[in-house]
């Protein structure tokens, strides 16, 4: 299992965070996201920013996380990509004295679709756990499952991989995830389902949609709620989130609640 599920960090502080919005989309009408006015630049925790995002062009280049007390920065994610595109390499340092935290790097097929993931994550100079990923695809082009690997090192001192969770995703007629189910393998390897999330969608665009991590269920839209039922423990969690839009339809703020009550606003501002 991933130590750190990273996208692009900030990313996916929006997009999991962003299961976001106001309406339920009832009559399944997806809005494209094409980010014809700017892109997102800054992400603010209750007036006070936590993330900025850096670009080359139309590409994300870089990520600024920063510590809400000191506005100093924690930490940064540098981005590389190939001709195409697609992001190939994506890295992540610290802000104090920029020491490699985690790499991750990225496989496409001849179709364009993300085949293999390898996460690698660093204290110091020492490679402390590394793990990969693989992706399947229904006949949409769709993630339909991912499966994680651990990589470990024989008493041969060659690597050795184990399955040690995968997710399936189901989606729905308008491109949205509308469920995901998690099984981790037990001792005996063989499958347990873990927790099933269900989400629920507006019809507005998901602004960060387009610089979404390969591999990663975030859909075009945004998420008003999201029901998390943990199986194993019989437990059931709800979370909802409402936005507010500026004159395109994008979200300029978001307000989340979680399971136990507690809310979060966070402010987006684009570039122009």
Do not use: W
């Amino acid at each position: 299992m991933n130590l750190k599920n990273r996208l692009m960090h900030a990313m996916l502080a929006f997009s999991v965070v962003a299961f976001s919005s106001c309406e339920k989309n009832d009559d399944l009408e997806v809005a494209q996201p094409e980010l014809t006015q700017g892109s997102i630049s800054h992400i603010m925790a209750d007036s006070v920013e936590v993330t900025s995002f850096n670009y080359q062009g139309n590409l994300l280049s870089q990520s600024n996380h920063y510590n809400k007390e000191t506005g100093e920065v924690e930490t940064y994610d540098l981005f590389e990509y190939n001709s195409n595109g697609q992001l190939t390499k994506a890295s992540s340092y610290s802000g104090s004295n920029n020491a490699l935290l985690s790499e991750q790097d990225y496989t496409y097929n001849e179709s364009g679709l993300l085949t293999k993931s390898n996460s690698s994550y660093y204290n110091g100079s020492s490679l402390v756990y590394s793990s990969y990923a693989t992706y399947a695809y229904n006949a949409d082009n769709k993630l339909e499952q991912k499966s994680v690997y651990e990589v470990e090192e024989s008493k041969e001192g060659e690597e050795e991989s184990k399955l040690k969770s995968y997710t399936t995703f189901e989606t729905l007629p308008n491109g949205n995830y509308g469920t995901e189910q998690q099984f981790v393998m037990d001792a005996n390897n063989e499958a347990k389902l873990f927790s099933t999330t269900t989400y629920t969608y507006d019809s507005n665009i998901n602004p960060l949609y387009s610089y979404s991590e390969p591999g990663t269920a975030i859909s075009p839209n945004n998420v008003v709620a999201s029901t998390v039922e943990v199986h194993g423990i019989n437990k059931t969690y709800n979370y909802t989130f409402s936005y507010m839009y500026d004159e395109r339809g994008y979200p300029v703020s978001q307000t989340t609640t979680a399971a136990d009550g507690k809310s979060e606003t966070y402010t987006y501002l684009y570039s122009n």
